[in-house]
């Protein structure tokens, strides 16, 4: 799921914490340079400017980076506050505070995100199951009270950069796509270390035949057939790089997500019809296979699978109106972003990928609030724009 996520539910303010020993993520044995990493993130990625305040947050393990990134908000004359996070805190803060206070007023984030202008955050979610066992309606309960938090991010056009994007490596994400913690890391900062320069190059490219569009035909072999009208909405990308046009473009053009390398564009609305057959998903960290989803009238109508949709259909259900609309479109345009051959990675960045949502798309620049959003990708597919291929089987045609 993408969606605007700009502050976890606990927040603890780091003033004198252990240094812990970060650099323990590799690429291919090479220590990752944090103090770069941090420089890309604070100067390139986020823009930080003298006078603003910038809210950093993170897991305990990865302090040393953002101890790096608070030193260089502070070299450009800005005010950096760090918020540190653990499965063991999220954990404990569902099981063990009173649920009669998951409705109550987000006070402390909304007082934050009044006077927060930048917002970076490093994922550190070490167990995707780690709330399976928590009430489908409890959780979309706490969601819908974080969207008074969402919704005042949007009003300000707080800038997000976040640094995981689904892919940040865990031993337990490894396991889940069939790989070594070491091959998810090499896959990981590759895709963060490209060009890019030429990542814009190619964003735009694709922008402009999006923009230029009136139909997005998606097809793959396993079943795919869908049709759906993009004319005169807006198309943005997440190349890594936030320009003086994305400053003026709005929240969805300020977001950047790393690894970077998306264009994505919502539908115009009630238009999405056919049938999406995705191959595999993972939810909570458990398997999902064959899953058919019918659109009609841009609504989803039905959704089954072969094995493991239980899950997410109850965290479906105990959703609201608008969880059944069709609500993006993302293209992958990451070159450096690799699939390893026979792994079940599934990723939004490399260069082909198709993934489309339905349910929230405030992230993608559309009107759709719910706090429950969801996306489906589907490696291997052909994408057309008013008949003209985009995508050929999982390829982009340049």
Do not use: H
């Not at 079943?223 to 990308?237: A, D």
Request: hydrophobic share 40%; with cysteine.
């Amino acid at each position: 799921m993408k969606t605007l996520r700009f502050l976890a539910v606990v927040i603890l303010f780091a003033t004198c914490l252990p240094v812990i020993n970060s650099q323990t993520v590799t690429e291919k044995g090479k220590t990752v340079d944090f103090e770069a990493l941090a420089q890309k993130l604070v100067n390139q990625c986020a823009v930080v400017k003298e006078g603003e305040v910038v809210l950093i947050s993170g897991g305990v393990k990865d302090i040393e980076l953002l101890e790096n990134i608070a030193v260089n908000v502070g070299k450009v004359g800005a005010f950096p506050l760090i918020s540190v996070g653990s499965d063991r805190l999220t954990r404990r803060f569902i099981t063990e505070v009173p649920e009669k206070y998951d409705t109550r007023y987000p006070l402390l984030e909304m007082k934050l995100l009044d006077f927060t202008n930048v917002v970076i955050g490093v994922s550190y979610g070490e167990d995707p199951g780690l709330l399976a066992d928590i009430s489908p309606e409890r959780l979309a309960t706490i969601s819908n009270t974080s969207m008074q938090v969402n919704d005042l991010a949007v009003k300000r056009n707080i800038r997000q950069v976040s640094l995981g994007n689904g892919l940040y490596p865990t031993e337990a994400l490894a396991k889940q796509f069939g790989m070594t913690k070491a091959e998810l890391s090499d896959i990981f900062w590759k895709g963060v270390n490209t060009d890019y320069s030429k990542l814009v190059a190619t964003g735009e490219a694709v922008k402009a035949v999006l923009r230029a569009g009136k139909e997005v035909q998606i097809t793959n072999s396993n079943g795919t057939y869908l049709k759906v009208r993009i004319e005169n909405r807006p198309v943005f990308s997440s190349d890594g790089i936030t320009s003086a046009e994305d400053m003026k473009g709005g929240l969805a053009a300020m977001q950047v997500y790393l690894p970077a390398g998306e264009v994505f564009v919502t539908p115009v609305p009630g238009t999405a019809e056919g049938t999406v057959v995705v191959d595999r998903d993972f939810y909570q960290g458990k398997l999902i296979e064959g899953i058919t989803l019918t659109f009609k009238g841009g609504k989803l109508i039905s959704i089954s699978a072969k094995s493991g949709l239980e899950p997410l259909k109850a965290m479906y259900d105990a959703a609201g109106s608008g969880k059944e609309e069709f609500s993006s479109i993302d293209i992958g345009i990451n070159p450096d972003v690799k699939t390893k051959p026979g792994s079940m990675l599934l990723t939004w960045m490399p260069s082909g990928m198709m993934t489309i949502g339905i349910g929230n798309n405030v992230w993608a620049g559309g009107e759709n609030r719910n706090p429950f959003g969801y996306n489906f990708f589907m490696p291997g597919s052909t994408v057309k724009v008013d008949g003209k291929i985009l995508v050929r089987e999982g390829e982009l045609v340049k």
